[in-house]
């Protein structure tokens, strides 16, 4: 078993162990990846200042995210197609999740489907919401998440159409993956990934198969959202879809202090502040750069929660330190599933945990309340000298 100390080590299983097509599924930007690598290098640019000489005892990063109690501010993000990463890889990381304490949430666009995850772990989940042009189906798959116990929706705004990414048109995405023989090598060699999917029926997009009318294509995932996402979405739309839930609402994706705004008067329990980890909108600022102006906006009004390029404990701490509340993490336990299994995302969480927990220390601070701005080295053009576009 390999000697795992960081989030890097199990993005280099993860690449070692599960096929291309879909590592680099994961592990890829629209366009020029611009936003996708500075969502991750601006973290690096803040700094923590080490204290001393403080009483360290009886720390915790407890915490709760929309009153569901918590054992650190940090949610599983949703990730499509993540039973592709690992055989059953949405029920494994449901469990990991349940086991450790914090919220998983689970895609539209997953392979196992939401009874599935019900069925096979204890906790409830959260469910994640793409708004297609079918309301019928809309409509039908609110019912299932509420029949599945769903704690939360996660509605997602900023995919209405999809970024491109180079590398999944090259490799020829698609789920379940076609045969052919660059294919077939890749799936020989990466035995561990394939023994697992050939002892799982779930290899396929369940929440759609069976359910949406007028299913074309779907294992192309980019012409299957060209058709069917709706290109029509909006406030009013989304103002539907939280009276038709009815429960917590969580507005993910949101960048821009006026769409904060926007969202808190749409009723939002929660905001996600994401750019989808550099997927869609290449050139937009990373989240993290973007943070500040939405605390400023809106801080109090609702939870402000943020993802897109966290890689360590000490990310999450500095968005903290920026006034999150909370944080998503993607890819960082995507690399946990595909390395090793329901273990690796358990791993990961831990991994963020004992990261957070020691430089909370080394800073002086004993818990998450405590942890604000003056923990931080923030350079003084940190938000971008733009000029004004109003
Ligand atoms: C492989 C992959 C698939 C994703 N699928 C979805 C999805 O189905 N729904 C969604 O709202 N966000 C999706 N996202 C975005 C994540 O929920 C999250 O915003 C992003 O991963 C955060 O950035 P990080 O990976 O740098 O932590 C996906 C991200 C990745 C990497």
Redesign the pocket.
């Known amino acids: 078993m390999p000697v795992i100390t960081s989030i890097d080590d199990l993005r280099h299983l993860h690449r070692r162990r599960t096929p291309k097509m879909f590592f680099d ?2 592990e890829s930007g629209s366009w020029t990846e611009q936003t996708f690598r500075e ?1 991750s290098s601006d973290f690096d640019k803040i700094r923590f200042r080490q204290r001393v000489a403080v009483d360290m005892s009886g720390r915790t990063l407890k915490g709760t995210m929309l009153g569901q109690p918590v054992t650190m501010p940090v949610a599983l ?5 993540l039973g592709m990463q690992n055989a059953d890889g949405e029920i494994k990381a449901a469990r990991a999740a349940a086991r450790f304490g914090v919220p998983y949430t689970l ?3 997953s392979i196992c489907s939401i009874e599935d995850v019900a069925q096979n772990s204890a906790d409830p989940f959260w469910f ?1 919401l ?1 708004v297609m042009q079918d309301t019928g189906f809309v409509d039908e798959i609110i019912e299932r998440a509420r029949a599945a116990n769903c704690s939360a929706l ?1 509605l ?1 705004l900023d ?1 209405q159409i999809l970024g491109q990414r180079h590398k999944d048109i090259k490799n020829g995405l698609s789920a379940p993956p076609k045969i052919t023989p660059r294919n077939a090598f890749d799936f020989a060699t990466k035995w561990r990934w394939s023994f697992g999917m050939a002892g799982t029926k779930r290899r396929t997009f369940r929440n759609i198969v069976g359910h949406a009318s007028s299913v074309g294509d779907l294992t192309s995932l980019s012409a299957w959202t060209a058709e069917q996402f709706d290109p029509r979405l909006d406030w009013a739309k989304v103002e539907r879809i939280r009276e038709r839930w009815g429960g917590k609402l969580i507005l ?1 994706g949101i960048l821009d202090a006026e769409d904060a705004k926007l969202a808190v008067k749409a009723g939002a329990d929660a905001i996600v502040v ?1 750019n ?2 550099g ?1 869609q909108l290449d050139g937009a600022l990373s989240s993290i750069r973007m943070l500040p102006s939405v605390v400023r906006a809106v801080k109090g009004e609702t939870e402000i929660w943020l ?4 890689r360590s404990g000490q990310d999450i701490l500095k968005a903290i330190a920026l006034g999150a509340d909370a944080t ?5 336990y ?1 690399y946990g599933l595909g390395a090793m299994g329901e273990a690796g995302v358990t791993r990961a969480l831990e991994i963020l945990q004992k990261e957070m927990d020691v430089t909370m220390a080394l800073c002086g601070r004993r818990t998450l309340r405590e942890v604000a701005r003056d923990i931080l080295l923030v350079p003084r053009d940190f938000e971008g000298d733009w000029a004004e576009n109003a």
């Open positions: 599924y994961c969502n993000a949703p990730i499509g197609s895609s539209t666009m994640q793409y996660v997602t995919l993910k994401s989808h980890g997927r993802d897109s390029g966290i998503m993490v993607g890819r960082a995507v």
